[in-house]
């Protein structure tokens, strides 16, 4: 089947995908802010989450036939770079978070010598 419409209009902006992907962030960042342990809890759910993006992204860059061929034409491979990666945001910014816990906790082990 023929894609007759531009893909371009259809597609969000680089930019765009980011930010979503940033806002959907949120929730899973602010609850890993917690506490260090909801952090390191928060890990796997956005792990899960991340994946679930990352899928989505690439499966509509390689496996829908015609639309995928055209989102390459027409978009480019730099845009579906930026698909690809933006999708694992939410896991990067956790785990961002979740080393900033731990070492604020490690840093205080090390400047007493007690843990």
Do not use: N
């Amino acid at each position: 089947m023929p894609v007759l419409a531009e893909i371009s209009d259809k597609m969000p902006a680089i930019a765009d995908m980011w930010v979503w992907m940033a806002v959907l962030s949120i929730p899973v960042v602010l609850i890993a802010m917690t506490h260090r342990w909801t952090a390191v809890v928060m890990l796997p759910v956005a792990g899960a989450l991340s994946a679930l993006f990352f899928r989505g992204a690439y499966h509509e860059a390689c496996f829908e036939g015609s639309f995928s061929q055209a989102v390459w034409l027409e978009m480019g491979d730099t845009w579906v770079a930026h698909s690809l990666a933006s999708s694992l945001l939410p896991a990067v910014l956790v785990l961002l978070v979740a080393l900033l816990k731990w070492r604020a906790r490690w840093s205080r082990c090390f400047d007493r010598s007690t843990c």
